[in-house]
């Protein structure tokens, strides 16, 4: 699998996962930022004694096998790496993803200044967090991720990260919650919510603004719904819910703003029926995430239209969705700025009134049975938006016609596929001219040319291009020797006949992780790749060309290694 998709390798016309449910993959070597209370002495900042002692007992009682501690050890914690002192109220101590093993000592209790802690992330601490009263007074963010103790009598947190603890945490946070500043954020994902741990909810959720239960197990029953009438954010993704949670009659607040229920196995039934009187009575919604269920009625849009007024983001990609996208649904999303609507099975002309949302950035239409000529769709849209629209995904659909030199006029686009279509004709520099900020542009498996006067420059700087079975050749396109940022290439069976250019594979030594040059007739020798792309993550295949001499060594080295 590439780094750039989540499915297939080149993965160019799946849209990127909104921030609600983006997974990152981090390789973190060091990550440790520590703000303590201080002291002046003679015009210089030093941290205080029994603070510094505290930092000190942390570290002898845990393991660190990655050294991140190593200045640790002198007078003045606020010259060891990774802490900052100040003045300043904001104490801040963060020590995830660092590898650490061990103990957490009581003497913790003594930064009596702390007000944010995180230990989450490669970590193998265990222990109490000191949270008798009056320890810790001043804390309001905490994010765990190991086997810990919550000795609370008195908890005052705005900010509660309990992500991929045991469950039996939560139990520690006890129905006498009795706290002077009332938790509003509290993140519970990666759990195993039943429904007796939810009923612990009752006890904080008259305050809660933000509430996160994605990736639980959630069973529950209509007794067990506590009232939410704070409640700004709402996240309930990769859950696997029935109609039972919309017939609970949830309170929700009329200020709700982020919905998300993305991944629930959600249907028509248990959706579109249950769930009005919910909906209708949060007309801020601000953004709502439907991407990933079963959803196949077309009355999606009907229903939305009830209560659009406000709405930024929707997401109903990767649903069962037929039918066309109904006439006027620009005039009920007036405000929308990121449209998701990719593998659906959506049909019709592709609706030239998308280009009418004058907020829109983003639209990702990908993966439907859309058809219609390319050239009327952009040139029956007002594209009111073409000073802010920055993504256009029409991949895999059944669009015609030629790509008109028109499409200049969306001068801010950074991200254009068009891929697996049936286009045709040439593309030249006009048609490119105004799109300086381009960053990706999938054209493959259309019938197009592309045609470039020589010495031409582009002018914009690739990171992502895809033109596998269009035709660049007879010669090696040139342009490419001004793309100095290229990790992503796709020339395949393109036309192109004769050498590669030196220049290329010494510009490919400083960028690439996936070349595609196969089903060409390249000839001559094949030059000896640099580390990267012979770095067994990147993908290379310059297969059926005419390349002759001896086998580089870096291909012979990974034969070796495998």
């Not at 000190?56 to 200045?71: A, C």
């Not at 045609?451 to 992502?464: A, D, E, N, R, T």
Request: charge should be negative; hydrophobic fraction near 35%; glycine fraction near 6%.
């Amino acid at each position: 699998m590439s780094p750039f998709d989540g499915g297939s390798f080149d993965g160019d016309d799946t849209a990127p996962l909104p921030s609600s449910r983006r997974i990152f993959s981090l390789n973190v070597s060091f990550r440790v930022c520590a703000c303590v209370k201080v002291r002046l002495i003679h015009g210089e900042v030093t941290c205080l004694e029994n603070e510094r002692q505290a930092l000190l007992r942390f570290k002898e009682g845990i393991k660190d096998p990655w050294d991140v501690l190593s200045t640790w050890r002198d007078d003045d914690c606020c010259k060891w790496q990774g802490i900052t002192c100040s003045n300043q109220t904001a104490h801040y101590l963060d020590l995830s993803y660092n590898g650490l093993d061990g103990f957490i000592p009581y003497q913790l209790k003594h930064l009596r200044q702390l007000q944010y802690l995180s230990l989450r992330g490669y970590l193998e601490l265990s222990g109490a967090i000191p949270f008798q009263s009056g320890d810790l007074p001043l804390l309001h963010t905490l994010k765990l991720g190991g086997d810990f103790d919550l000795e609370s009598k008195e908890l005052r947190l705005s900010d509660c990260s309990l992500s991929d603890n045991d469950v039996q945490l939560l139990f520690h946070i006890h129905s006498n919650y009795s706290s002077t500043t009332p938790l509003t954020i509290l993140d519970l994902s990666d759990n195993m919510l039943t429904s007796s741990t939810f009923q612990l909810l009752s006890n904080l959720s008259f305050h809660l603004r933000e509430l996160y239960l994605s990736s639980n197990d959630i069973v529950l029953s209509q007794s067990h719904y506590p009232n939410f009438p704070s409640l700004v954010s709402l996240d309930l993704s990769y859950n696997n819910l029935t109609s039972l949670v919309f017939q609970g009659n949830f309170n929700f607040s009329s200020n709700l703003e982020m919905l998300d229920l993305s991944n629930c196995s959600l249907t028509d039934t248990s959706f579109l029926v249950s769930s009005t009187s919910i909906v209708n009575s949060s007309s801020s919604l601000v953004s709502l995430d439907l991407y990933y269920n079963l959803l196949t009625s077309s009355n999606i849009f009907h229903w939305i239209f009830n209560f659009t007024a406000n709405l930024h983001t929707l997401d109903l990609g990767f649903n069962l969705l037929e039918g066309p996208v109904p006439l006027g649904f620009d005039k009920a999303v007036k405000s929308l700025e990121y449209l998701d609507l990719s593998h659906n099975n959506l049909h019709g002309e592709i609706p030239h009134f998308f280009g009418n949302i004058c907020t829109l950035q983003s639209l990702y239409l990908s993966y439907n049975n859309l058809s219609g000529d390319f050239s009327r769709f952009i040139q029956n849209s007002s594209w009111c938006n073409r000073h802010i629209f920055q993504e256009l995904y029409l991949s895999y659909n059944q669009i015609t016609g030629v790509i008109p030199k028109s499409i200049r006029v969306l001068s801010e686009l950074e991200y254009l596929s068009l891929k697996g279509n049936s286009l045709k004709g040439e593309i030249t520099e006009s048609h490119l001219t105004n799109f300086s900020k381009l960053k990706k542009l999938v054209l493959s498996y259309n019938s197009i040319s592309l045609k470039f006067v020589p010495g031409w420059i582009p002018p914009f700087q690739l990171i992502y291009l895809s033109l596998a079975s269009c035709k660049l050749g007879p010669n090696f396109p040139s342009w490419l020797q001004n793309q100095n940022h290229l990790s992503f290439l796709d020339i395949s069976d393109a036309g192109i006949h004769g050498p590669v250019p030196e220049w290329f594979w010494h510009k490919f030594q400083v960028v690439g992780y996936y070349l595609n040059m196969s089903h060409n007739n390249f000839i001559g020798t094949m030059s000896n790749l640099p580390p990267r792309l012979s770095d067994t993550r990147a993908y290379l295949d310059l297969s059926s060309n005419q390349f002759e001499g001896a086998i580089p060594s870096f291909l012979r080295q990974i034969v070796g290694d495998l």
